[in-house]
């Protein structure tokens, strides 16, 4: 039976119950006892096994009926859950995703599951499984081609050494990709790559598991080559093997030569007939150079202005046809608009699924009991931030576990639960998104901090007595900062913080510390979103016209002045049962003239960062819109409080204001 028109629909639903998996392991490691997490996880590997036997991927549900034996044995109370049981379980399941991954990229899904089949055996039979450390995974085929060969029969014949190198990343590892270069980068200041499995260009997609080898020529022992590709971060594993083809070994990679052209002719041939698999993958997806997306975008935010112009002509005009014809193409543009903007954009929760499992394996390495609590997973991202902030959101978290969340029995003397938590927090605020990585931990010591940066001279001593207790906070970020009183492998507060702080500002954003003794830390990243068309509302102050954000926007409310409070010197509201601080901006933006009242009443805009909110006092609300946010130029990028300027229909030009300024 051909399956292959069902391709598409299978991965996707394998992903899905992949994902059912790994969150109800995590679920189950917790409450070993509840049997309607062991259901779940039965259910999905049981419609995974029959949807596998079904299009002929025998690994797949080989390996899935092996798991549904020991879920039954665990369902009946014969197999008692515990870490090393998990552990087995988190195996088979990184086996699972690597057999998709390779079906997937139009490979058979052929994969060694020998090993992991066997403990699972033995714990189906009731035998203890200890703890083992996983060493590389499997072996890549090398086929090399007469010129290949050639360069390395030469390079022996001088005097170089010829290698086989296998390298494995971390199952955390976020950027694979960027992992790669760097470990390239090495190799070729030491030598020259011959050749890679994968290809090099699947390596740079990051179209592979964790395991990746190259043949290297070098001059180089190699224990020195071993030394420098484990500086890499997140490798887990190096081997490091004289490479050298024998008689038998060429023939076998001539047959195999042979064999993959034949295969190749008879696909050629059999294309007008049968679509491989692959073509059916290719018209799914297409890859689209960031910078043709950002060539489209600037042709739009023109389309956009055009579009505010003819509306405020038909307006003036009058004239139905014309209107009814600019109202149409507002309705299209607004869908193309929307099309645009979604097509860069992708949730976070692609990064933010990667920790709880790497807390899981950090805290097991700790001795520590860590929970993580992710909320606003959904919050999307520009993909060009997503693909950056990957590292350092690790470092950040992996800092909290070494140094934040204390041991269980400090905890215990400090009067805390033994379990400490981490949350990871994402959520919009007018045109920025807000990640806050926070724990409930040992915090920072301040008098330590101000210590080491005196004696490290990143300050004197009469600059560390006018600071607050948050800027000292923030000296952590000093490049080569630390206060750790031993290396660790884990983190090091300080050492990679410097390049975490580097790496935000870089897309723009920028980094804060916060911190109390015993309670725990919270850094808090602002990152703008890259998008240039926004909805906001339009307000007057005296006779100019400016412009908030809709998204930082809670609600707009008109207020008598009677219902004006003073609390710390500072004039407030109380909206809705809270505090809220007013800033009025014609004194801020020195508009001229004192803010204007309509009868003793204030126009006040709400707007919120976080919790925290403020109330923008202006003269008068003059509508929704949407606009083209411009950058302000070169010259002028230090503005307090402003995004950009846009211009409307009218051509008037109108100065956007980022209301997260004015939120304390």
Known sequence: MDTTQYLDVFIDESREHLEVLSNQLLALEKHPQEKEIVEEIFRAAHTLKGMSATMGYHDLSDLTHRLENVLDGIRSDKITVDASLIDVLFNALDHLESII???????????????????????????KIEDEKEQPTEELSMVLDEFEQSILNEAKERGFANYEITVQLRKDCLLKGARVFMVFDILEKHGEVIKSTPSVTDLEEENFDNVFSVIFVSTHAKEELETVIKQVAEIEHVAVRPFTITVNEKQKQSDKLKAEQAALSDQ????????????NRMGKTIRVNIERLDALMNLFEELVIDRSRLEQIAHDLNHQELQETVEHMS??????????LTMRMVPIEQVFNRFPRMIRQLARELNKQVEIDIIGADTELDRTVIDEIGDPLIHLVRNAMDHGIETPEERRQKGKPEQGTI??????SGNHVFIQISDDGAGINRDKVLAKAIEN?????????????????????????????????????GVGLDVVKNTIESLGGRITVDAKPDHGSTFLIQLPLT????????????DETYAIPLSSIMETVVVHRDNILHAHHKKVIDFRGNVVPLVFLNDIFQTGGICKTNDDYFSIVVV???????GLVVDSFIGQQEVVLKSLGNYLTNVFAILGAT?????????????NAFVK
């Open 531 to 542: 998008l240039s068309i926004m909805s906001v509302l339009l307000v007057k102050l005296n």
């Open 608 to 614: 919120r960062k976080g919790e925290q909110m403020t």
């Open 457 to 493: 001279g990143v300050i004197n001593e009469e600059e560390g007595k006018t600071l607050t207790d948050k800027q000292i906070y923030e000296l952590i970020m000093a490049s080569g900062f630390s206060t750790a009183d031993r290396v660790s492998d884990i983190s090091g507060r």
């Open 647 to 659: 211009i409307l229909g009218d051509g008037q030009v109108v100065l956007i204001i980022d209301s």
């Open 268 to 279: 050629q041939g059999t294309d007008s007939h049968e679509p491989a698999r692959t073509k």
């Open 101 to 127: 991954e390779d079906i997937e990229r139009g490979g058979s899904g052929n994969r060694d599951i020998t090993e992991t089949v066997a403990r699972l055996e033995r714990i189906e039979k009731g035998e």
């Open 423 to 428: 949350v990871l927090q994402a959520y919009h």
């Open 331 to 340: 309705r299209v543009s607004s869908d193309l608009q929307n099309i645009i």
